[in-house]
Structure formats: C-alpha cells, structure tokens
C-alpha cells in the first residue's frame, strides 16, 4: 500500500437493530426539536462542496484511498453555530460542521455523529475542508452516503465558553447530542434529508465523547435517537485507571496538564493551589494554557510552554511539569481529588442498546488498549452485554508502516521514534474508522 500522509496540512478544498434501536426511517426535514439547545445561532454557511472527483484525487494521492474507497457522492461542508450547555448547566454555544452528501446521491442520509480528538489550538475548527480530520470524515464517511455531523467542542473556534472541560462525560455528551439537533435543524437550509438513523463515532477524546454520547442517548433521549451502532475509536475509557500507572504516555505533557486544570476547573478540588500540582516555570500559565488561541502541538513545546524541546521522553516531561508529592497521592490515595473527578468519567457500568464496536491498535503508546479498551470490554463481559465486540488493527498498522511488517524494538532508534511518535495520531485512524464504517454499513 503506498504510504498515507493522513496528517498533511492541506488537503483537497473546493440491518440489524438492537433491543430499542428501532428500524423507523422517519425523515428530520423540519422536524421540531426535542429539548431547547441545539437551536442555530446563526444560518448555517456553506463553505465548499468538494466533488467527487476532488476528492477522489486527493484519496489518490495520500493513499487513503486503498482504505476508504472511491467517493459516491459530492460533499457540501457546512458551518455550524448551535446553542448547548457547559459542565454545570451554563447557557452557552459550540460550533461545528455538517458534512452532506450530495451530487449524485440524492437518498436519505443516516446521520453520524462524530466527536474529534483532542485538540491544544483555540481558534480550530472543523467546518474547514483543508482540515484532514474532517477531510478523513469526507472521505471515510461523506462522500460514501453518510451524513456527518462533528462538534468543535466547548471551549473552540467560535464556542464562547471560557474555558474546554477536557475530558468531562457529560458535556461532552451534551455537545455531541446538541450537534444532531443543529444538523437536523439545519437541513432546511442546507438541503438534502436525514434518514432518521443515528450511528456514533469518535476517535481519541472523541472515542471518550462518543461512547458518552451514545450512553447519554440511548438512557436519557430514545425517543428522540434512532441509535443503530456506536463506534468508539483509540478512547481513554478508563481515566482512574490510567492515573495509576506509573508510565508515563506518549503526549504526557499535553493530555495530563490538560485533564488536571479542567478538572480543577469544573470541580474545583484537585489542587488548593495550582503550585501545590505543577512546577515552575509551568504552574504560572498551565491553568489558562490549554485551549490555546495561537500555539499548536510543535510550538508548545518549541517556545517552552511545555516541556519537550530537549528530547525529553515523557517520563522526564511528566518529572518537569508535576511535584512529585501531587503525583504520589494521585496514584496512592484512593480518595484523591483529581481520582475521584476521573472515576466519575469512566464510562463502566453502561449498557449499550445498539450494536457497538471498541477499536484500537495494539501499539498504541498514547491511549493504550491494554489500558483502556481491554478494561471497558471486560466490563461489559462482566455483565454480560452481547453486542459490543472489538477491533486490533495493529496489524494493518504494522503491515503498512513497519519496517519489514514490524514495529520497530530500539527504543533509541530513529525508526523507533517516528513510528510510535506517528501511531496514534497518524497510523491508526484511518484503519479504525475503516472498521467504524463497515458496521455502518450492516445497519445503515
């Protein structure tokens, strides 16, 4: 397979249901909303329709196309301003886009609701289409039949929360479930229809969100969703879990800040001082770091914001961002604070309704599945939930990216480092939503 450059910085521009899922198609065109968010803040803008052959172009071109296939359908991109609520019920918006297939599909769309992966720039969003996550998401998804709909998050491009509740269940739930609302809301403008049908994905953070998603649904809002399938992608589902490892992930300095200060933020009881968590020189601007308005991932680290300039690994990134008193107690005190707030955020105990799939790459050296996705399957096995199976797609991971058809083993090798620097953001996407559409597709 040729090589897939699925991060480049520009891309193209221009059948079976479960327990309450239901089978009725019922069309969304002007159908009046449920609950009072997701309402439309402003009309909704279309910013390009990519052809099909625009896009198949450029899946030509980057290799994705050996996974997605050729494109169906045209795709409309069309910016989303909707009204939702923040962590503690704070009246507020978040924007989004909403990718409608058109051209020469004229057919009902299933809608999927898609939740990104974490994010550090402010001012991003996905109503973009030289964006590649949302380009993925047209390529994967839009130009195959599917409608999508993916939210910027609270906190983002055009939201104007004062801050992201990273990681937070419930508003990430909410955010996703206001995003269906605008997207039906918006169709009268847009044009097009929505079958009715409802599928959740996410990758990353989203893979968090949107298992949140389709919990939040499915308990709380079955008559309003017709959920037929949830597919939650490379997700940190067990957060407790994961602060008592004493590894530090790749991306340390990132994902933990990030986690601590919004946690501190929407519960106010990690750290009495925020000196009494972070070292200097980084406890004097971590709390209001992360959304950033002008730095991304590179320049984060690149202008000392956060450790990783040097080559530190993430051992020494997390030594030289955190008092190793606070990471003790987080690890050893079962009634620590910032424990506590992520066992809330654990997503155990649920019962999916509708067919659900858990995917990951056995490398991941980011959010582990041995961590993460092995815990909540195990969970559910436990209790015995029949339809939630899982996905390695490690193979196909290592097959296309390691030399020789293996992850590289030294450590301190340069192959070493771009393979797993390049696994989770990179490498395994691709192969994960591919898994995500053909359950889809059973039940689209």
């Known amino acids: 397979m040729k090589r897939m450059?699925?991060?480049?910085?520009?891309?193209?521009?221009?059948?079976?249901?479960?327990?309450?899922?239901?089978?009725?198609?019922?069309?969304?065109?002007?159908?009046?909303?449920?609950?009072?968010?997701?309402?439309?803040?402003?009309?909704?803008?279309?910013?390009?329709?990519?052809?099909?052959?625009?896009?198949?172009?450029?899946?030509?071109?980057?290799?994705?196309?050996?996974?997605?296939?050729?494109?169906?359908?045209?795709?409309k991109v069309v910016a989303l301003n909707y009204s939702t609520r923040g962590p503690k019920d704070e009246a507020t918006n978040a924007s989004g886009v909403l990718l409608m297939p058109t051209g020469a599909c004229t057919a009902s769309a299933p809608l999927v609701a898609y939740a990104k992966g974490t994010d550090v720039q402010k001012p991003r969003t996905l109503a973009n289409p030289q964006d590649p996550e949302t380009f993925l998401l047209v390529a994967m998804y839009a130009s195959q039949g599917y409608a999508v709909v993916a939210t910027d998050y609270l906190g983002f491009a055009k939201s104007s929360f004062p801050y992201h509740p990273y990681l937070h269940a419930?508003?990430?739930?909410?955010?996703?479930?206001?995003?269906?609302?605008?997207?039906?809301?918006?169709?009268?403008?847009?044009?097009?229809?929505?079958?009715?049908?409802?599928?959740?994905?996410?990758?990353?953070?989203?893979?968090?969100?949107?298992?949140?998603?389709?919990?939040?649904?499915?308990?709380?809002?079955?008559?309003?969703?017709?959920?037929?399938?949830?597919?939650h992608l490379a997700g940190p589902y067990n957060l407790s879990g994961s602060l008592k490892l004493t590894t530090a992930i790749a991306g340390y300095q990132f994902f933990v800040p990030f986690l601590v200060t919004s946690y501190q933020k929407v519960y106010g009881n990690v750290y009495a001082n925020v000196n009494d968590a972070f070292l200097p020189p980084y406890a004097a601007t971590i709390e209001n770091l992360l959304p950033n308005p002008t730095l991304n991932f590179t320049t984060l680290v690149t202008t000392g914001a956060l450790p990783g300039a040097k080559g530190e690994t993430p051992a020494q990134a997390r030594d030289a961002l955190f008092r190793p008193a606070f990471l003790a107690d987080v690890q050893t005190n079962p009634n620590n604070g910032l424990f506590l707030d992520a066992q809330k955020n654990d997503l155990f105990g649920w019962t999916p309704r509708a067919l659900t799939l858990l995917c990951g790459g056995a490398g991941d050296p980011t959010v582990p599945p041995a961590v993460h996705l092995a815990a909540l399957k195990a969970d559910f096995d436990a209790r015995r939930v029949l339809n939630v199976a899982t996905v390695d797609v490690d193979a196909k991971v290592q097959s296309t990216y390691g030399p020789g058809g293996k992850a590289p083993t030294d450590p301190a090798s340069a192959a070493y480092a771009t393979y797993f620097g390049a696994y989770h953001g990179t490498y395994e996407p691709p192969f994960c939503h591919a898994a995500a559409r053909q359950l889809f597709d059973k039940v689209s």
């Open 5 to 75: 450059h699925f991060l480049m910085s520009a891309v193209a521009t221009a059948t079976l249901l479960v327990a309450c899922g239901g089978g009725n198609d019922r069309p969304f065109i002007g159908f009046p909303p449920v609950a009072t968010t997701g309402q439309l803040q402003e009309t909704p803008t279309t910013v390009a329709t990519l052809s099909a052959a625009q896009i198949d172009a450029s899946t030509q071109s980057s290799g994705l196309q050996a996974v997605s296939g050729k494109a169906k359908c045209d795709v």
């Open 170 to 231: 419930d508003s990430e739930a909410r955010s996703v479930l206001d995003s269906i609302r605008a997207a039906r809301n918006a169709i009268a403008t847009t044009g097009g229809g929505l079958s009715g049908k409802v599928m959740f994905t996410g990758y990353s953070q989203g893979g968090h969100s949107s298992a949140a998603a389709q919990r939040a649904a499915e308990r709380d809002n079955a008559l309003e969703f017709n959920v037929v399938a949830g597919a």
